[in-house]
């Protein structure tokens, strides 16, 4: 595959990684410093849109920089340009709508750590690409570090084949509890369930849960309480190279207030085999500093993504695509 393009230079930025021969994420910048318009970019994008999606999947992540794109509109004319279907975001972030297929990427409080996962993993049909611009870059941390899942699986495998194997086999299941039907946004798990299913009939809700491959049970404080599984532990997909992408969210929810991951039979897995993941994905992390007018496109079927702590203002906006 012809690594190079006439419309864009690949560039470098800081927290780079070679994986498996292949850089994460690939740089492109403006082929000359002087054509860095939002006409030139949409132009490049729509000649070589085949080249351009496998670079996605060939690197994982591509990272457009030093373009002129400036605002939720210019954001949604790059999406829109690359012409990958719309798919609605399900899960507990609060977000908010800002144009046509731009969202907020999560409300929560910028001090709160945004945990590694795969986009919507335990939904269905989830989002092939999760698409980021950063339209003010936080004055400190607010890194998006994203993580190559197989390498993930990789190092689980060789640390704990046994266990795998009996996740694997076995299947995981997962609890998470809505506190009220009330949007929090104190917290970064806000969502009410009103919100998350886009009704405020139960009955409505419960079927398009159910739609989505959860169970409910409805709590006595007005919450509700979504059980999933068995969910897979890892999956392969077309084109990665046969690659076992950590394709759970099992560190995530894991023994926490309002959320739980354990054996789908219901037994617990050992708290040592979840920590010591967590280390590994940390191993593993990738991450750059966000610069304004940065636009991301992330393999979501490739990728963990996390979001780190942040001073304000940080504002960062998100398309998911199928
Ligand atoms: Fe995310």
Excluded at 122 to 137: D, Q, R
Excluded at 296 to 304: P, S
Aim: proline share 7%; hydrophobic share 35%.
């Amino acid at each position: 595959m012809e690594f190079s393009c006439k419309d864009f230079k690949v560039g470098k930025c800081e927290g780079q990684k070679i994986v498996d021969g292949e850089v994460m994420p690939l740089v492109l910048l403006p082929p000359e410093p002087n054509k860095r318009d939002l006409e030139l970019l949409l132009s490049a994008l729509r000649n070589n849109k085949d080249w351009f999606e496998q670079m996605i999947i060939k690197n994982s992540a591509v990272l457009l920089r030093d373009f002129d794109v400036n605002n939720a509109v210019d954001f949604n004319d790059i999406v829109e340009t690359c012409g990958w279907e719309d798919i609605r975001y399900v899960g507990p972030a609060p977000r908010t709508q800002i144009h046509k297929r731009i969202w907020t990427a999560n409300e929560g409080p910028l001090s709160e750590f945004i945990y590694y996962h795969h986009e919507m993993v335990l939904i269905k049909e989830c989002p092939k690409k999760v698409i980021l611009f950063c339209e003010i870059p936080p004055p400190e941390g607010g890194e998006t570090p994203f993580v190559p899942s197989f390498k993930v699986t990789e190092k689980m495998l060789k640390d704990f084949p046994e266990e795998v194997k009996e996740m694997e086999e076995k299947g995981l299941k997962y609890s998470f509890t809505a506190r009220s039907t009330q949007n929090d946004t104190s917290s970064m798990r806000g969502r009410g369930w009103e919100d998350a299913f886009g009704t405020s009939d139960p009955e409505e809700a419960e079927r398009r849960a159910n739609a989505l491959g959860m169970d409910m049970e409805w709590l006595p404080n007005g919450g509700v309480k979504t059980i999933l599984g068995p969910r897979p532990l890892t999956r392969v997909f077309e084109g990665r190279k046969g690659r076992r992408m950590w394709f759970n969210t099992l560190v995530g929810m894991y023994g926490k207030e309002l959320s739980s991951a354990t054996f789908a039979d219901g037994t617990e897995i050992p708290r040592h085999v979840v920590e010591r993941c967590g280390e590994i994905i940390e191993e593993e992390s990738i991450q750059f500093k966000w610069q304004k007018g940065d636009v991301v496109f992330l393999d979501n079927l490739a990728l963990l993504h996390g979001r780190r702590p942040s001073l304000p203002p940080r504002k960062v906006l998100v398309a998911t695509c199928k």
